[in-house]
């Protein structure tokens, strides 16, 4: 068989340091002289990371000998002419322990593409071959990736094994990470198609069989949501396997999607232990995490905006459709959860309540409309600071309301004949199905309108000008109590308040965010200022701040003692009414599941 044109070696070559060796071989490197080139950002995470200034060292022989190589900008490397095959060695610092990064120590190794593979510019589309070394520090580490094995060739990996992989072109070579050390895994099947769960971190008695359960039933009802006739799972098209790639910590949350795996990171008290009937309770978060990414296979790996249609992975790519890729999917996550059958309907609507908490806490949705803040992400949404509550909305949390206010919409006017679900099947079958296979179409900028009402007949064109492209807050409860569920709100406690967000410090609390127009925004105190006391007696904490404000009732003048940087300073307030607020979701009581059937299942 003929060999690949662009082969990868990694090595595992200082865990200590962590340090991977990558030898890059390109068979027939650019006469005019090779361009070498990392991506400056990760797909899914819109944030501009320049991994390369993680590799340390880069040295590139040819035929000849030594080639001389230089920068050419944060993210290219020049090498001068020379005949092939062109050799490059380079290093990689592996210490970010994150799902979007590269990490390596002693007891495992975890990276993404974008962090270790260098591509040869013009070349991006040819075939990869990546050889897997095992390490040589320890012994019977295995592989987890849903990179497919080099089959056919000698020197293919077993299954989990080290050895050969092999990509179809570059964009797939990124988009599936690999662990490998000595992580606990089970593997279990929905609609015939194999998914594999790896965790990766100290976790005692975890009770693998019931995340595999549950997990199973969530991907199988998603499959039946996009294919309800040939229940065939989405990343057939690219790998044998799903893999989900699960990093436990201490307190860690996150994810991000691949097209045949995710990489997560959890908690560790929000995982179940094998011989303990009752699941934490943050079990439900986890179980949402993984519903979350898994929808995405669909939903932004397969079914993209057109301006990820390719990526371009050296500048920002904008788009105004985050809240469909993210708030949709955000919508589903949960609903999933519900008709799966892991959680029931009061643990549903709790989930919801508290996205509603969410949205309606921050006074920046009123500034920013979901479709800013989605071109916006690479700049203000991933690169928040203390006046983000004042100045953001979340395309994720008013994404996901905003599903919901479609999908009862659509339900209501169509008389329950038509959902959001015939929505996304339109995406997957027009975009999304076959992106892998020669199909590489993303959706416009501006097609959701017509494109909701061919699937549905339901022109939702006002709602989308008012509460997407405009910053109306979704009016859920109307439309909930016709669909049988009534929603209501009120004042989390009733103790009069600053309005501030704080953080433990030293001597004091710490105000992170001062909400606009609330006491402490009137009273002129800033985020960053230490309050150390109300009316003469010390706050030491945000126990010691309820405790005092216990003791008032909104409209009292009180004077603050803060802090701002090494100078003491004091202000007048005037308290205020609560004003974070609870929401509460219920079924209307009286009303039969035959009345409800409107409401989202
Ligand atoms: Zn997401």
Redesign the pocket.
């Known amino acids: 068989m003929k060999d690949e044109l662009i082969r990868y070696r990694v090595q595992l070559a200082d865990p200590a340091g962590h340090r991977y060796a990558i030898r890059l071989t390109i068979a027939q490197p650019d006469p005019a002289g090779q361009t070498l080139r990392l991506p400056a950002w990760i797909p899914g995470s819109y944030l501009i990371r320049d991994f390369a200034r993680q590799i340390e060292t880069l040295q590139a022989h040819g035929a000849g000998g030594a080639v001389e190589t230089r920068k050419t900008d944060s993210h290219t490397w020049q090498c001068a002419p020379a005949d092939g095959p062109l050799t490059i060695d380079y290093t990689v610092y592996a210490w970010d322990l994150s799902v979007r990064g590269a990490h390596f120590d002693e007891s495992h190794a975890f990276f993404n593409g974008c962090s270790v593979f260098l591509a040869a510019a013009g070349q991006e589309s040819a075939p990869c071959l990546v050889e897997l070394c095992p390490p040589d520090h320890a012994t019977g580490w295995r592989v987890h990736t849903s990179l497919p094995r080099a089959t056919g060739r000698p020197d293919c990996a077993a299954p989990h094994g080290f050895g050969c992989y092999r990509a179809p072109d570059y964009d797939a070579l990124i988009d599936h990470p690999v662990e490998i050390g000595t992580p606990q895994s089970i593997t279990f099947e929905a609609h015939g198609a194999v998914h594999e769960l790896v965790f990766t971190g100290l976790a005692p008695r975890l009770d693998l069989e019931r995340i595999a359960a549950d997990a199973r039933k969530i991907c199988a009802a998603q499959i039946e949501l996009f294919e309800p006739r040939t229940a065939r799972a989405p990343f057939l098209d690219s790998a044998e396997r799903y893999v989900f790639l699960t990093t436990i910590t201490g307190d860690g949350y996150g ?1 991000l ?1 691949h097209r045949a795996s995710t990489a997560l990171m959890i908690s560790r008290r929000d995982l179940p232990v094998r011989g303990r009937d009752a699941a934490p309770e943050g079990y439900e978060t986890f179980l949402g995490l993984l519903s ?2 898994y929808f ?1 296979t669909w939903n932004v790996k397969r079914i993209k905006p057109a301006a990820f249609a390719p990526y371009d992975l050296r500048r920002p790519n904008h788009t105004r459709l985050l809240w469909v890729f ?1 708030g949709f ?1 955000s919508y589903y996550d949960d609903l999933m959860l519900l008709r799966a059958g892991v959680i029931d309907e009061p643990a549903y609507f709790k989930l919801l309540s508290r996205t509603l908490d969410q949205v309606l806490r921050s006074g920046g949705r009123l500034k920013q409309s979901v479709a800013e803040s989605s071109f916006d992400a690479w700049t203000r949404y991933y690169k928040q600071d203390e006046n983000s509550p004042n100045a953001l909305v979340s395309y994720y949390t008013k994404g996901a309301l905003i599903a919901l206010g479609l999908d009862l919409e659509i339900r209501e006017r169509s008389g329950g004949a038509r959902s959001l679900d015939d929505v996304m099947r339109l995406l997957w079958d027009r975009y999304g199905r076959g992106f892998f296979q020669g199909r590489p179409k993303g959706v416009p900028e501006d097609a959701l309108p017509a494109l909701i009402r061919e699937a549905t007949g339901v022109d939702v064109s006002g709602f989308l000008a008012r509460h997407v492209e405009g910053c109306e807050d979704v009016p859920l409860k109307p439309v909930l109590a016709r669909a049988g569920i009534a929603l209501s709100a009120g004042p989390e406690n009733p103790r009069p308040t600053l309005d501030v967000r704080t953080r433990p410090d030293a001597g004091g609390l710490r105000l992170a965010t001062v909400y606009e127009h609330g006491p402490a925004h009137r009273a002129g105190l800033s985020a960053g200022d230490l309050l150390i006391a109300i009316d003469g007696l010390r706050i030491t904490d945000a126990a010691s701040l309820d405790r005092t404000l216990d003791q008032y009732q909104p409209g009292d003048r009180v004077t603050l003692h803060v802090f701002r940087r090494d100078e003491l300073r004091h202000y007048r307030a005037r308290l205020g009414r609560p004003a974070a607020l609870k929401h509460r979701l219920e079924r209307r009581a009286g009303r039969s599941a035959a009345q409800g059937k409107k409401a989202p299942s």
Do not use: I
């Open positions: 994810g999607e979350h990414e995405h993210e999917t």
